[in-house]
Structures are given as structure tokens and as C-alpha cells.
């Protein structure tokens, strides 16, 4: 096999921009991934983290380092330039990676995070001992989905912990990582279709799925509402006597 180095290209931006910036870096990054370092706060006790939303977030994205790397470099420059004029950005940065650490360096990035009461987003290679009402996820994101633990996504979360039930059928669009279906399932709710309309992040989701053991309840599949959709992250279900939905820009 080749070995291939890769170029590394990272900015630091705002949290209202991190949804439209991952959005562009999306567009030239390798199998349109990008990856998230939000300003992490230890919690009070354990390895549990939280977001501090008043500082900077790194956005980073990766291309071949290969004869079109430099265009491709330019290129996001210039339209980081055009976005800069609206919102405050820091100069893209630009670093080389081997593969072997390139394999790895988005892992970096992804601490333990507890959301709401109850819910604990593990990275699956990270070691963690659940309290006794602790919901725990365990993700392996992947390099080609979403921004990490999104605000809305954690709202998301949050609502789960207040609204799922047993027998809720659930579907979640924008599946990407599978986290608000496994969420959705070991908070009881079920039986939950979740459906990417990108087929990789589809089979990430469904080994998620099943690394959490909740198959039986959540079926990960390739799908979306139709071409020309563009809705983010949608979590809906029977909530009470009325269908009730929840957007997610993760």
C-alpha cells in the first residue's frame, strides 16, 4: 500500500460560525471530514468535560498532500477570506502529517463529555466507569462527520433525557454518527429508524449501533426525505398526543 502524507488545515473561529465554516472546510476536506476542538472545561469531578462556549473553536480538515494540495489550499484560503469579512476567524493554518498520524490526529480532539443529568458521550477508545444512572454512549465519529457535540446537539440530548419512553418510535435524519438514536434507545425510547443520506456515515453509525448493543433497537440505513433536502440534524417523535421534532445542526 502507499504510504501518503497528508496536509493538515485548521482555523479558529467563533461558536455562531462553526456550523458555516464546517460547512466550507466540508467542501475541500478529504471525504468532506472536519473536526471540532471546542474550548473544553473539566467538570467538578472524573474525566467528564463541558463546553466553554466563550472561546474560540478549531475547525480542522485534511486533503492529500499531493499536486493539487496547494490549489485546494488557496482556494479554501480565499473563501475563508470572504466569510472573514463578516465574522472574526484566525489565518488558515497549514501543517504536515504522516499517516500514521494522521490515522490518529483527529482523536485528539474528542474528549469524555456528560450532557444534561444522566448522558455520557465516551469516545470508544477512551476508558470510562459509568455511575449507576449514567447513560453512556460510546462513539467512534469517525473522520467525516459533523463538528463534534454540537450546542443543539447537546439540546437534543438534553430533551431525550426529559421525553423518551418507552414504545416512543423515533426517526432520526442526519443520523451521521448514530449519537441521538443510541441516545434515544438507552433512554428507552424505540423503535428508532436513523437514516444518513452519505452511506459512510450510515455504516459508521450502524457499527455505533451496534457497539452500544441496542440493534435490536435502532436500524441504521442509508436514506433522507428526498433530494434537495438540506435539514441538518432532525430528531422526531410521538412526544404525548402530538408529532413533535427537534433540529440538530450537528
Known amino acids: 500500500m502507499q504510504h501518503m502524507s497528508w496536509l493538515e488545515l485548521s482555523v479558529q473561529v467563533d461558536n455562531e460560525s462553526v456550523e458555516s465554516v464546517s460547512e466550507l472546510l466540508a467542501r475541500y476536506g478529504y471525504n468532506g471530514g472536519v473536526v471540532a476542538e471546542p474550548a473544553w472545561t473539566p467538570g467538578d469531578e472524573g474525566p467528564e468535560f463541558s463546553y466553554d462556549l466563550s472561546r474560540p473553536v478549531t475547525l480542522r480538515t485534511y486533503i492529500p498532500l499531493d499536486a493539487q494540495a496547494?490549489?485546494?489550499?488557496?482556494?479554501?484560503?480565499?473563501?475563508?477570506?470572504?466569510?472573514?469579512?463578516?465574522?472574526?476567524?484566525?489565518?488558515?493554518?497549514?501543517?504536515?502529517?504522516?499517516?500514521?498520524?494522521?490515522?490518529?490526529?483527529?482523536?485528539?480532539?474528542?474528549s469524555i463529555l456528560r450532557v444534561g443529568?444522566?448522558?455520557?458521550?465516551?469516545?470508544?477508545?477512551l476508558e470510562y466507569e459509568p455511575k449507576p444512572d449514567d447513560v453512556a454512549i460510546y462513539l467512534d465519529p469517525g473522520m467525516a462527520f459533523g463538528t463534534g457535540l454540537h450546542p443543539t446537539t447537546q439540546l437534543c440530548l438534553r430533551l431525550l433525557?426529559?421525553?423518551?419512553?418507552?414504545?416512543l418510535r423515533t426517526l432520526d435524519i442526519g443520523a451521521g454518527s448514530g449519537i441521538l438514536a443510541i441516545a434515544a434507545a438507552k433512554l428507552g425510547a424505540g423503535p428508532?429508524?436513523?437514516?444518513?443520506?452519505?452511506?459512510?456515515?450510515?455504516?459508521?453509525?450502524?457499527?455505533?449501533?451496534?457497539?452500544?448493543?441496542?440493534?435490536?433497537?435502532?436500524?441504521?440505513?442509508?436514506?433522507?426525505?428526498?433530494?434537495?433536502?438540506?435539514?441538518?440534524?432532525?430528531?422526531?417523535?410521538?412526544?404525548?398526543?402530538?408529532?413533535?421534532?427537534?433540529?440538530?445542526?450537528?
Not at 433525557?161 to 414504545?167: F, M, N, Q, W
Not at 443520506?197 to 433497537?217: L, M, R
Open 70 to 110: 496547494e490549489d485546494v489550499r488557496q482556494r479554501l484560503e480565499q473563501a475563508l477570506w470572504h466569510f472573514g469579512q463578516i465574522r472574526p476567524m484566525s489565518p488558515l493554518q497549514a501543517r504536515t502529517l504522516e499517516e500514521e498520524d494522521w490515522a490518529n490526529a483527529w482523536k485528539q480532539h474528542y
Open 117 to 125: 443529568e444522566r448522558t455520557v458521550v465516551v469516545p470508544s477508545w
Open 161 to 167: 433525557e426529559r421525553y423518551a419512553r418507552p414504545g
Open 192 to 250: 428508532i429508524l436513523a437514516l444518513d443520506n452519505d452511506p459512510v456515515a450510515a455504516q459508521v453509525a450502524a457499527e455505533n449501533v451496534q457497539a452500544n448493543k441496542v440493534a435490536h433497537i435502532v436500524t441504521a440505513a442509508t436514506g433522507s426525505l428526498g433530494a434537495g433536502q438540506r435539514m441538518g440534524h432532525w430528531l422526531s417523535g410521538d412526544f404525548g398526543s402530538q408529532e413533535s421534532g427537534v433540529r440538530s445542526q450537528e
